[in-house]
C-alpha cells in the first residue's frame, strides 16, 4: 500500500486513546501493553519448530494439564509486557494456580487483567490457529488485589478481547461499545481496524460441538445436535453444518464474523466439574464479546455474565453464538427441565418431579 493510504488508518492505540479518555485513560495505556505482549506472542509462535517451542514440559497447571513450552512463555509474556506501567492491581492466568501480585518495585494501579496466555495450546505444534484471551476488571482504588477482587461476574468486566495467531494475527476488543477487530500489519508493526462494530448474524445454519462427548451430553443439547444432524427431514427442515477447530479462539472468531454456535456444555464425563471452559479467563471475556457484537452466550440455563464465581479457576458450561441459535438452546433446557418436551412422559420422572428435587 503507499505509504500516503496508510496515513488514515486507524490503529489500535488510536482507537483505544479516543475510547478511555477521560475516566479510564489508564485502561487505554493497559490495553497497549497488552498489544505489545500479542505482538511478542505472534511473532514467537509464528517461528513454529524453528524456535524450538514446539511440545511439552514436564509440569502441570491446576487443572491438571500438561503445560507445553509456549503456554510457560506466552505468559511470562504477558506479565513482562503489563506488569510495569502502573495501571494494575494484580494478574491472574490460567497457567498460574494463584493471583500474581504486582512486584514491589512497580507502582500499583486499579486494574485487573485476567487471561489465558495460549488457549487451544494442543494446537500450535500442529500450526493450526491458536489465540490468547484477556479480560479487564476495576477495583475501585489503586493498591494490591485480593482474591476477592478477581471473583466477580463478567457484566463487571470493563474490557475484554482475544489475539487470534492464524493466517494473519488479529486482536478482537471490546471496551463495552461494540466489538471490533484489528489486524496485525507486519510491516509497520501497527494493528489497523480493519472490522469496526463486528455484527453477528441472528440466525446460522453451523454449529461446533465436540460430538465425540455426545453421550455424556445432557438431553436439551442432544436434542438439539440431533435435530442439527437430522438437517432438511428433521424439524429444523434445513440441512446443518458442523466444525470442530478445538480452539476456542478460532471457533469463537469465525463465529463473530459469520454467525453459528459453539457449545461445551455441562456433561457428566466427570461429575466434578460443570463444564470444561473456564469462566474467568474464557467464557466471560468470550460472552462479553459476542454480546457486544449482537450475538449470546448461556450455561443453558441463564446469562454467563452473570455467573458470580466463587474461584478462580473455576468452570462453566458454554453455548454461545448467533443469538436465535442460543435462545433454542435454552428453551430446550427449560422444557427439559419442566418436562414439556416429553409430553407423554409420567411427571414422575420429569426433573422437577418429586424423585429429582
Ligand atoms: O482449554 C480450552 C480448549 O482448548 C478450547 O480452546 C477448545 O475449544 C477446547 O478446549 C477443546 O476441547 P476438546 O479437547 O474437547 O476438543
Redesign the pocket.
Known amino acids: 500500500m503507499p505509504m500516503h493510504m496508510q496515513f488514515g488508518r486507524t490503529t489500535l492505540s488510536k482507537f483505544v486513546i479516543e475510547q478511555t479518555r477521560g475516566q479510564h485513560s489508564e485502561l487505554g495505556a493497559l490495553i497497549i501493553d497488552v498489544a505489545a505482549a500479542v505482538k511478542t506472542i505472534a511473532s514467537m509462535v509464528a517461528k513454529g519448530a524453528l524456535a524450538g517451542h514446539h511440545g511439552a514440559l514436564d509440569t502441570t497447571n491446576i487443572q491438571g494439564e500438561v503445560q507445553k513450552k509456549l503456554d510457560v512463555l506466552t505468559n511470562e509474556a504477558i506479565i513482562h509486557h503489563c506488569e510495569w506501567g502502573g495501571q494494575l492491581a494484580g494478574m491472574a492466568s490460567e497457567e498460574m494456580d494463584d493471583p500474581y501480585p504486582i512486584p514491589a518495585q512497580y507502582p500499583l494501579g486499579r486494574y485487573l487483567l485476567i487471561f489465558d496466555p495460549l488457549?487451544?495450546s494442543?494446537n500450535s505444534d500442529v500450526n493450526v490457529s491458536v489465540g490468547t484471551i484477556f479480560s479487564v476488571f476495576a477495583r475501585a482504588e489503586a493498591g494490591a488485589a485480593e482474591l476477592s477482587d478477581y471473583l466477580r461476574p463478567g457484566s463487571e468486566q470493563l474490557a475484554a478481547g482475544y489475539a487470534i495467531y492464524g493466517p494473519s494475527t488479529m486482536m478482537v476488543l471490546t471496551l463495552g461499545k461494540g466489538t471490533h477487530g484489528f489486524t496485525l500489519d507486519r510491516e509497520t508493526g501497527n494493528f489497523i481496524l480493519t472490522h469496526p462494530d463486528i455484527t453477528v448474524p441472528e440466525d446460522t445454519r453451523e454449529f461446533a460441538i465436540?460430538t465425540s462427548?455426545e453421550r455424556f451430553w445432557e438431553p436439551p443439547v442432544q436434542r438439539y445436535v440431533a435435530e442439527c444432524k437430522a438437517g432438511k427431514t428433521g424439524v429444523r427442515g434445513a440441512d446443518f453444518n458442523m466444525r470442530?477447530i478445538?480452539?476456542?479462539?478460532a471457533?469463537i472468531h469465525r463465529i463473530l464474523l459469520r454467525g453459528g454456535i459453539f457449545m461445551?456444555p455441562k456433561d457428566n464425563k466427570d461429575p466434578s466439574k460443570p463444564g470444561?471452559?473456564r469462566l474467568l479467563y474464557?467464557a466471560s471475556p468470550m460472552a462479553m464479546l459476542m454480546e457486544q457484537a449482537g450475538g449470546s452466550a448461556s450455561t443453558g440455563r441463564g446469562r454467563i455474565l452473570d455467573v458470580s464465581p466463587d474461584e478462580l479457576h473455576q468452570r462453566v458450561p458454554v453455548i454461545i453464538g448467533s443469538k436465535n441459535e442460543v435462545e433454542r438452546v435454552e428453551r430446550y433446557h427449560r422444557e427439559y427441565a419442566d418436562g414439556s418436551d416429553r409430553p407423554f412422559e409420567s411427571p414422575l420422572f420429569s426433573e422437577r418431579s418429586l424423585y429429582r428435587e
Not at 478445538?246 to 479462539?249: D, I, Q
Request: proline letters at 0%; charged letters at 25%; aromatic letters at 14%.
Open positions: 488457549d487451544g494442543s465436540n462427548n470442530w478445538a480452539s476456542m479462539v471457533e461445551y470444561r471452559l474464557e
